[in-house]
């Protein structure tokens, strides 16, 4: 089983680029108005559509098991030149994670992020979570 993730973009050659970027494929499948990444790793059908988008998510993201799988992801994205920002241990949605964040060509925020513990949940942590 794996997920299925589609998203409008403005133009879908763009985006087939800078995704090539971020998952190191080719996507499966393009025409002028489609592309389909069939990706092993993450495990993700992924496809773009051209056209304006309906609806806007608050953020897309993919969780890695390991804090150095979380490394190659940084470092891969930093070199390709898309990595936005980095945040180390920080705590955010009751849990303490490593995060890198980027932006798609149609500002679609991804982080990649791993998670080194769960927090409790409770009202003073909340304060400080940053899923809220």
Not at 1 to 17: G, Q
Not at 70 to 92: A, R
Request: glycine residues 4%; contains cysteine; charged residues 30%.
């Amino acid at each position: 089983m794996r997920p299925h993730i589609s998203i409008h973009v403005k133009k879908v050659a763009e985006s087939v680029e800078f995704y090539k970027k971020v998952f190191d494929v080719k996507p499966q499948k393009q025409t002028g108005s489609y592309a389909k990444f069939d990706l092993e790793k993450p495990p993700l059908n992924f496809s773009l559509l051209a056209g304006v988008p309906v609806s806007r998510v608050s953020h897309l993201g993919i969780e890695v098991d390991s804090a150095q799988e979380f490394e190659q992801w940084k470092e891969k994205l930093q070199n390709k030149g898309i990595l936005n920002s980095v945040e180390m241990e920080t705590n955010c949605c009751f849990a303490r994670q490593d995060k890198v964040w980027f932006t798609d060509p149609d500002e679609n925020e991804w982080e990649v992020f791993y998670v080194h513990e769960q927090l409790p949940l409770n009202d003073e942590s909340m304060a400080d979570a940053c899923c809220v």
